[in-house]
Nanobody
Framework: QLRLVESGGGLVQPGGSLRLSCVVS????????IGWFRQAPGKAREGVSC????????KYGDFAKDRFIISRHYAKNTVYLQMSRLQPEDTAVYYC??????????????????WGQGTQVTVSS
């Protein structure tokens, strides 16, 4: 059974950096596109980034371009989200999610079948 567990969230000052990890268990990561999403209080869940199964193809939300980098470590079955130049508006719960095998990466939350429990990121001075 596929399971996703996020970690790496925390409190960071504006301008700082964090690296989130999403450990995938129960399946081989090679066949699954993985996405990162975030949800701030009172707001809809929005797509941050995704990485396509078995390739290096990635997508980013406009706010994430040039600040966030998604990557994948096959041996560790882990997807990372490196976030830099964080701002208070980046404060949210960050989730990783997986699509069923072979599906293309996209930034629409409704298309993802599997979700982690989320990790809180707070950007504040």
């Amino acid at each position: 059974q596929l399971r996703l567990v996020e970690s790496g969230g925390g409190l960071v000052q504006p301008g700082g950096s964090l690296r989130l990890s999403c450990v995938v268990s129960g399946v081989t990561l090679d066949y699954y596109s993985i996405g990162w999403f975030r949800q701030a209080p009172g707001k809809a869940r929005e797509g941050v980034s995704c990485i396509r199964h078995s390739s290096a193809l990635t997508k980013y939300g406009d706010f994430a371009k040039d600040r966030f980098i998604i990557s994948r470590h096959y041996a560790k079955n882990t997807v990372y989200l490196q976030m830099s130049r964080l701002q208070p508006e980046d404060t949210a719960v960050y989730y990783c999610a997986a699509l069923n095998p072979g599906r293309m990466c996209d930034l629409t939350a409704a298309t993802y079948e599997y979700w982690g429990q989320g990790t809180q990121v707070t950007v504040s001075s």
